[in-house]
Each structure stands twice: as C-alpha cells, then as structure tokens.
C-alpha cells in the first residue's frame, strides 16, 4: 500500500506528541490529541470520498471511449455532491447499496468476494465506520463531539478501509 497524505499527516501527529512528551506538556498533549483524532477522521472519510469518485469518473471516461458528453453528464448529475447517498452508513452491509448501483451480478460477484475474503470483509465494515462516524461528527456539533476512540485506532481503521477502496479500484479498472 502507497503512502497517502493520511499516512504524513498521522505521522506528523506522532512527532508533535514525541515533542510534547519530550518537553512535558500534558494538557498540551491532550488537547492536541482529543482535535487530532477527530480532523483524522474527517481527513480520512474526505479522502476515501475523493479516491471512490475518482474510480468512477475514470471507469465512465474509459468505459464511454473518452465521450466528453456522457462523462459530463455522469459527472454533474450521478458524481458531484452524491457519494453520501452511495451508501446506508448506518447499516453493517451498507455497501451493498452502492453494489446494487452497478447492477445484480456485480453486487453478486462483490458478495462473494466478502464472503471469502476476512480483510476485504473487515474493510468494507471499517469504511462504513469511518463514514458514519464523519457524519456524527459533522452533524453533531464537532466541536463538542466526543470521539471514543483513539488517534492510533482511527489510523487502523483508515489502514483496513484502504483495501477496500484498493479493492474497488480494482474492479473498476
């Protein structure tokens, strides 16, 4: 796996909690900590909004033989501003609803990939965490939201959600 720019910015994070600890500076680390975790989170989901549609606007482009019309209009009308609605973040399978996007038989094939694969399983279960825990945190006060888990624990599940989104570029290509 490539390193992304989540991979520098939690990396980042580790030097400035070393510099902390190394100069004692408790509250500072807290602090640092309970904001870091959550602008992990929201760097995360962003990013894995922005590789899910770049797969689909490279799948229409090739699949459409470059047809600038067609890529357009998929771009403006089932792109832009619409990956939330690709999935039920709520659900344990609701990935399954953007499958079903690509019709019966590729929902079909993505199934029986899950059902033989754990990690590929456990990614998809991570990326719906990361994604309904975005939408928590945007849309219940984030400046109050208090994030249960760890920077460290975020970090795992945004390393588990990347086999997935690998996974689907894959598929896509």
Do not use: P
């Amino acid at each position: 796996m490539n390193e992304t720019i989540i991979d520098k910015i939690y990396n980042d994070y580790l030097d400035l909690l070393n510099y902390l600890e190394a100069n004692k500076e408790i509250s500072l680390i807290n602090d640092a900590d309970n904001n870091f975790k959550k602008i992990l989170l929201l760097s995360a989901a962003s990013f894995f909004e922005h590789e899910i549609t770049q797969i689909l606007l490279e799948f229409i482009n090739r699949s459409s033989g470059n047809n600038s019309k067609i890529y357009s209009f998929a771009k403006r009308k089932a792109i832009d501003r619409q990956y939330h609605t690709y999935f039920n973040w709520n659900l344990k399978k609701g990935a399954n609803q953007f499958f079903s996007l690509f019709g019966e038989e590729f929902k079909n094939c993505i199934e029986n990939d899950l059902r033989s694969d754990e990690a590929l399983e456990k990614a998809v279960r991570d990326f719906l965490e990361i994604g309904s825990t975005r939408n928590e945190l945007v849309h219940e006060n984030f400046a109050n939201f208090t994030l249960d888990k760890t920077a460290k624990e975020i970090y795992e599940l945004y390393r588990s959600a990347s086999i997935f989104t690998d996974y689907l570029a894959g598929k896509f290509s």
